[in-house]
């Protein structure tokens, strides 16, 4: 079934004829596997799917996403987070059970213009996604620097196993969490940090689909001697773990997300860090 | 009435093509960066432009379709895309070609996948020479799968009309004023 090798398509173009299975962004007529996406074609044991290269983010079970407070009403927030649809968070789950909307101020925990980070609970194509931030890494962000970036990205922006984003975190001595919705906060010690690592995953974003683009970022941030460190985790993954273990666990429930989503990188997507 | 000779001897039209001859084709895709997908086609002396913004939250709420995606267009002429200056208040002719150019591109679009969302498609016309809605459709589903919306196919148009008693495709402005009869045709390969 290795037929296809990586090709470019647009919608309506035939990827493969024959008794195939469709598995994302393809349709099945007749015979013919057809691509409903701008993307790159790829079969695997399973099918045949399309990883697309442009779309909007459109909210799933699971996902970990970062979102604006934009409103509230008596019962519940209304998050903004940068889908087609609002998600709503119930104020029972910040407040827990016992939450009265005549003595709880909802305002003085989350304010519109806070931005939270919280998992999809519900949502289907009936009503709006619900969220919670009842979780460990959930909850409110105090500070960073806010970025936008296209959703369809973020796979590639994790890597595999979280490689490229560990990668920028180390060079550039910063944190960044990431939404599945193509959210991103970046916190740092230094200015120059953030600034390098905003770059970074510019570049990401730019050149999401070019092969070799780990050597790209790795170029940009002048981390030849990082490379090794990375891409050979064995050597030196008690210090390594240690390092990630202390202070990247926000990254960690972000990379999380990733494994519900599309899984741009097909080779054990899952994260494997003990956390 | 214009005495241009619309078919010479030698079966060539006023701009060189011959009956079945399409104009020149240009797309360019991401011209606008604020949009979520944008296209501008240049064809033959046609120039537009197409933004797509969405799937989004449909406003007024009391649009949006329970079970599918409203897909929401709009054509409109430039003042300065004609010889003398269009009115830009949007004309009769305007809001047809809006409808035909949305149920041009419904069937393409697999709105199914959308519900309760909007896509909004602005077609701006930015210099017109005949064959202006089948340009816009072409480069609105262009523009559409620079979006990222899901798609059945690309859609493309072509106009058609009947010279001296012949089928002659692609009419031009100075062709579209003295053709005595007029067709459009959409075609998707599904």
Same mark, same amino acid.
């Given at each position: 079934?290795?037929?296809?090798?990586?090709?470019?398509?647009?919608?309506?173009?035939?990827?493969?004829?024959?008794?195939?299975?469709?598995?994302?962004?393809?349709?099945?007529?007749?015979?013919?596997?057809?691509?409903?996406?701008?993307?790159?074609?790829? +079969?695997?044991?399973?099918?045949?799917?399309?990883?697309?290269?442009?779309?909007?983010?459109?909210?799933?079970?699971?996902?970990?996403?970062?979102?604006?407070?934009?409103?509230?009403?008596?019962?519940?927030?209304?998050?903004?987070?940068?889908?087609?649809? +609002?998600?709503?968070?119930?104020?029972?789950?910040?407040?827990?059970?016992?939450?009265?909307?005549?003595?709880?101020?909802?305002?003085?925990?989350?304010?519109?213009?806070?931005?939270?980070?919280?998992?999809?609970?519900?949502?289907?194509?009936?009503?709006?996604?619900?969220?919670?931030?009842?979780?460990?890494?959930?909850?409110?962000?105090?500070?960073?620097?806010?970025?936008?970036?296209? +959703?369809?990205?973020?796979?590639?922006? !994790?890597?595999?196993?979280?490689?490229?984003? *560990?990668?920028?975190? *180390?060079?550039?001595?910063?944190?960044?969490?990431?939404? *599945?919705?193509?959210?991103?906060?970046?916190?740092?010690?230094?200015?120059?940090?953030?600034?390098?690592?905003?770059?970074?995953?510019?570049?990401?974003?730019?050149?999401?689909?070019?092969?070799?683009?780990?050597?790209?970022?790795?170029?940009?941030?002048?981390?030849?001697?990082?490379?090794?460190?990375?891409?050979?985790?064995?050597?030196?993954?008690?210090?390594?773990?240690?390092?990630?273990?202390?202070?990247?666990?926000?990254?960690?429930? +972000?990379?999380?997300?990733?494994?519900?989503?599309?899984? !741009?990188?097909?080779?054990?997507?899952?994260?494997?860090?003990?956390? | 009435?214009?005495?241009? #000779?619309? #078919?010479?001897?030698?079966?060539?039209?006023?701009?060189? /093509?011959? #009956?079945?001859?399409?104009?020149? =084709?240009?797309?360019?895709?991401? =011209?606008?960066?604020?949009?979520? $997908?944008?296209?501008?086609?240049?064809? $033959?002396?046609?120039?537009?432009?197409?933004? =797509?913004?969405?799937?989004?939250?449909?406003?007024?709420?009391?649009?949006?379709?329970?079970?599918? %995606?409203?897909?929401?267009? /709009?054509?409109?002429?430039?003042?300065?895309?004609?010889?003398? /200056?269009?009115?830009?208040?949007?004309?009769?002719?305007?809001?047809?070609?809006?409808?035909?150019?949305?149920?041009?591109?419904?069937?393409?679009?697999?709105?199914?996948?959308?519900?309760?969302?909007?896509?909004?498609?602005?077609?701006?016309?930015?210099?017109?020479?005949?064959?202006?809605?089948?340009?816009?459709?072409?480069?609105?589903?262009?523009?559409?799968?620079?979006? $990222?919306?899901?798609?059945?196919?690309?859609?493309?148009? %072509?106009?058609? $009309?009947?010279?001296?008693?012949?089928?002659?495709?692609?009419?031009?402005?100075?062709?579209?004023?003295?053709?005595?009869?007029?067709?459009? %045709?959409?075609?998707?390969?599904?």
């Amino acid at each position: 079934m290795l037929e296809i090798k990586k090709r470019y398509v647009v919608p309506g173009d035939v990827i493969i004829e024959g008794n195939y299975r469709p598995l994302m962004n393809v349709i099945k007529k007749d015979n013919f596997i057809i691509a409903t996406r701008i993307g790159i074609a790829e +079969s695997s044991k399973d099918g045949i799917k399309v990883i697309p290269l442009s779309g909007v983010y459109i909210p799933r079970i699971n996902d970990i996403v970062i979102g604006k407070i934009v409103d509230n009403s008596s019962l519940s927030w209304e998050v903004d987070i940068n889908a087609c649809f +609002s998600a709503h968070l119930p104020a029972q789950d910040v407040f827990g059970r016992d939450f009265s909307p005549a003595k709880d101020d909802m305002k003085k925990r989350l304010a519109p213009g806070d931005l939270v980070t919280a998992r999809i609970i519900t949502f289907d194509r009936t009503r709006d996604p619900m969220l919670t931030i009842q979780e460990k890494d959930l909850g409110k962000i105090s500070n960073g620097e806010f970025l936008k970036i296209s +959703s369809t990205r973020v796979p590639r922006l !994790i890597g595999k196993r979280g490689s490229m984003i *560990q990668t920028i975190e *180390q060079a550039t001595q910063t944190r960044i969490l990431i939404g *599945q919705n193509g959210i991103l906060v970046v916190t740092g010690k230094n200015d120059e940090g953030i600034a390098l690592a905003f770059k970074a995953i510019k570049l990401v974003e730019e050149e999401a689909h070019t092969s070799n683009l780990t050597q790209k970022v790795k170029d940009l941030l002048n981390v030849s001697e990082e490379i090794t460190q990375t891409e050979t985790n064995n050597s030196s993954v008690n210090n390594e773990d240690y390092v990630n273990n202390s202070s990247n666990t926000d990254n960690n429930s +972000s990379n999380m997300g990733n494994d519900h989503s599309s899984n !741009i990188n097909t080779e054990s997507p899952k994260e494997a860090q003990p956390n | 009435m214009d005495q241009t #000779i619309l #078919i010479d001897k030698n079966g060539k039209r006023t701009d060189g /093509r011959s #009956i079945d001859d399409l104009r020149d =084709v240009k797309i360019t895709i991401g =011209v606008l960066k604020n949009a979520d $997908g944008s296209a501008s086609i240049e064809f $033959g002396k046609n120039k537009i432009i197409v933004a =797509v913004y969405g799937p989004r939250e449909v406003h007024p709420k009391h649009m949006a379709l329970p079970d599918r %995606c409203v897909l929401r267009c /709009r054509y409109h002429m430039s003042p300065f895309s004609t010889d003398t /200056r269009k009115n830009p208040a949007p004309s009769r002719r305007e809001v047809e070609i809006s409808k035909v150019m949305r149920e041009a591109l419904e069937p393409a679009i697999m709105l199914e996948d959308y519900p309760r969302a909007a896509i909004d498609v602005f077609v701006e016309v930015l210099q017109a020479d005949g064959g202006s809605r089948c340009a816009g459709i072409a480069a609105a589903s262009v523009a559409l799968a620079d979006a $990222g919306v899901n798609m059945r196919d690309l859609v493309a148009a %072509c106009a058609a $009309g009947k010279v001296n008693d012949k089928i002659v495709l692609d009419i031009n402005d100075i062709e579209d004023r003295r053709i005595s009869r007029y067709a459009r %045709c959409i075609f998707t390969k599904s």
